[in-house]
């Protein structure tokens, strides 16, 4: 596999554009992307019971055709606890989409993120459309997806099938209202092979639970999370068939852009000075271990602790004993980086030169070890810092 | 039932001290609370896997004695993940406290709370008892168990019994690591009530869950948390027995007494602003009403909106939408304060004066109403500020 300086656009076939709108006072609000023929199509979607209006139609809409050509997004209003006409908003901006790409309405999915409760502009979506084009600027679709995010998040890869070579983009956007359970973003990923939607589906649903699910940033699952995977086909390989050493490949490939859109949200979730990885290792199941993970770099005391380079380990093994997990707690080792501060549930004393370092790192690097089984689980998320508070605080002024 | 103006000390029978030991630099640090003779018992305890060494060292002698004559509580200092020393510095603590009291050791309840990881100093402690008095000053106890804590947490109460008068009072100390599912904190009841261990128990577990549960400040179960409730009988009164009328009076005066602690715990939780109280109604159960009212008090996000002042009620039903509870989300009513932003599930415009008014009180009443049912739950907490991630991020140094 070969890691391109690519963007959502480097596979065959698609092309993407992003610009300003005015559903944001300044920055880029608009963007879509589209293939040149349908695609093959798998999505993963929030469990919030709350569910955005432009999740419900592109759901709905992905359900019906089975394929999907085009994805619009907006930022700075979510259209969520919208109501009736916040459905009849949604509806009306995958139709308007769909007449200026020519395509039937149920061949583009709709997306937005923003503020929640308020109606979706229509006049300002409509004049986004009139300037919007195919073979636009791609990298420009990446910025137009963002909210509080400081950085664009995308990545690009190949891989040869046979005589064939794939190409795999993806974007995503963080970096609020980030938390387990399924799609905890707005993520775009674009393929040029040639799969079924029922064969993509599964690779999307075997891995967004190590990959997108294994993230935390608050905590708060959003009503608007949404991935969506497109596979063209353009690459004219061999069709990828599930249970060949070709799709486990292909397996292999999204998990890789996905793990890393992951990392990327995490690392710039909502005032984030330090990205935090924790690794749970010797656990009876992986579910298990995954939980443990994720209850640790979810803590709001070891992300306030890791904000201050404190190595205040006993939060670490307080989140391991809270996470809702059965595990026998008198065996437990510790590492931060290299270094253990816990071994067989007892302290050890580290050199604090040693720790200073590791502490002022931009990735801290948790390890646990619990020597009760041989699964082992990832998560990742970031510090609690100042400015975490003021952007959430500050957030519609 | 009458509102006194007491201390841990007002039932008769009991007394209490404080003072400075030297677990801490300078504060009060190390307390007793001392009963005339044995009472009856009644204790909650984490529901963290991982449990600190006086919490073991406590209930395994409340479950053997049935009976406690004094708690002994040092701050700064929390014994938890301290491995074997950790259990045998429990054991001594209890020890040397009932040799100075002059009681069996298993009438002793120890507890510890403060940074986790460091072994308790055996010296300081020695130095604390030889100092400490029966019949000392009872609101230095109050005092000598707080950590982050800004202020005292004290409450007392009286009610007639037939021609008895039963008085009760608590103290407890917050205000990090305090969420769900039991004993979120340290909190000590005493009462001169004659009821038995059994029926004690029976009340205090009756009670903790629409209590001392249904608070969060950060959303991390303490490794330390237990509620003690003593009852020893000096009242004379008739004793209390189950199933009676009187038994119901005592559970009230319980809840009362709890229910206050807990709200004085969530005000004062770390780098708090403002009080949070939220009422979830129209609900199936009970539990889920109050699942759900917790969830929107936990959230990062309402939390950090409150702190700034904004009435973004989006991040309310958002909250509500990933609670883990099976709701319609159709017809949802909110209020901040008596101001409606949301009916049946559409948005409400309002007064932004009015509104004003309500997000710059000291007390922000959320009420939701589902309805899909009659029950209801309450829950508490507190705004998540700059100050909550200074002093976490600073704990230690």
Redesign the interface.
């Known amino acids: 596999m070969e890691i391109l300086n690519g963007n959502i656009a480097s596979p065959l076939g698609f092309s993407a554009d992003g610009l300003h709108a005015g559903f944001k006072k300044r920055k880029l609000d608009f963007g879509w992307i589209v293939s040149e023929c349908p695609a093959s199509v798998a999505g993963v979607y929030t469990?919030?019971?709350?569910?955005a209006a432009p999740l419900i139609v592109t759901k709905q809409s992905v359900e019906k055709a089975g394929q999907l050509q085009a994805i619009v997004v907006n930022s700075g209003v979510?259209n969520?606890?919208?109501?009736?006409?916040g459905m009849n908003d949604a509806w009306e901006m995958q139709k308007l989409t769909a007449e200026k790409l020519s395509l039937a309405p149920e061949l583009v999915g709709v997306a937005s993120t923003g503020?929640?409760?308020?109606l979706l502009p229509m006049a300002t979506l409509k004049s986004g459309l009139s300037k919007i084009v195919v073979n636009g600027n791609a990298d420009d679709f990446a910025k137009a997806i963002l909210t509080t995010d400081t950085q664009t998040k995308t990545v690009a890869v190949s891989q040869d099938f046979g005589r064939d070579t794939v190409t795999m983009a993806g974007v995503a956007k963080g970096s609020?209202?980030i938390?387990p359970?399924m799609a905890t973003m707005l993520g775009f990923i674009t393929c040029d092979a040639n799969i079924s939607s029922t064969a993509l589906q599964k690779a999307l649903s075997a891995k967004v639970e190590t990959t997108f699910n294994q993230i935390t940033v608050?905590?708060?699952?959003?009503?608007n999370d949404m991935v969506l995977v497109m596979a063209n086909g353009c690459a004219k390989n061999v069709e990828i068939l599930p249970d060949t050493p070709e799709f486990e490949q292909f397996v292999e490939m999204l998990e890789y852009v996905m793990a890393d859109l992951a990392k990327k949200i995490a690392q710039d979730g909502e005032g984030a000075t330090k990205l935090i990885q924790v690794d749970v290792e010797g656990v009876a199941t992986a579910l298990d271990a995954r939980m443990l993970a994720k209850s640790v770099v979810?803590?709001?005391?070891v992300k306030?602790?890791i904000?201050?380079e404190?190595p205040?380990?006993?939060?670490i093994?307080?989140?391991?004993?809270?996470?809702g997990?059965?595990?026998p707690?008198d065996n437990i080792d510790i590492y931060l980086g290299q270094l253990p501060v816990?071994l067989?549930?007892?302290?050890v004393s580290f050199d604090s030169e040693e720790m200073d370092e590791v502490m002022q790192a931009d990735t801290i690097q948790i390890r646990v070890d619990i020597h009760a089984g041989n699964q082992s689980g990832r998560a990742w998320g970031c510090d609690?810092?100042?400015d975490?508070?003021?952007?959430?605080?500050?957030?519609?002024?």
């Not at 205040?312 to 939060?315: A, E, P």
């Not at 067989?344 to 302290?347: C, G, L, M, R, Y």
Request: glycine fraction near 12%; include cysteine; charge should be negative.
């Open positions: 469990t919030n019971k709350v569910i979510a969520s606890c919208t109501g009736v006409q503020v929640i409760g308020d609020g209202m938390h359970n608050d905590g708060d699952t959003s009503t979810g803590s709001s005391l306030t602790a904000f201050g404190d205040n380990w006993g939060r093994l307080a989140a391991l004993g809270y996470a997990v059965d595990i707690v816990m067989a549930s007892s302290p609690l810092s100042y975490y508070v003021k952007i959430n605080a500050l957030y519609r002024t």
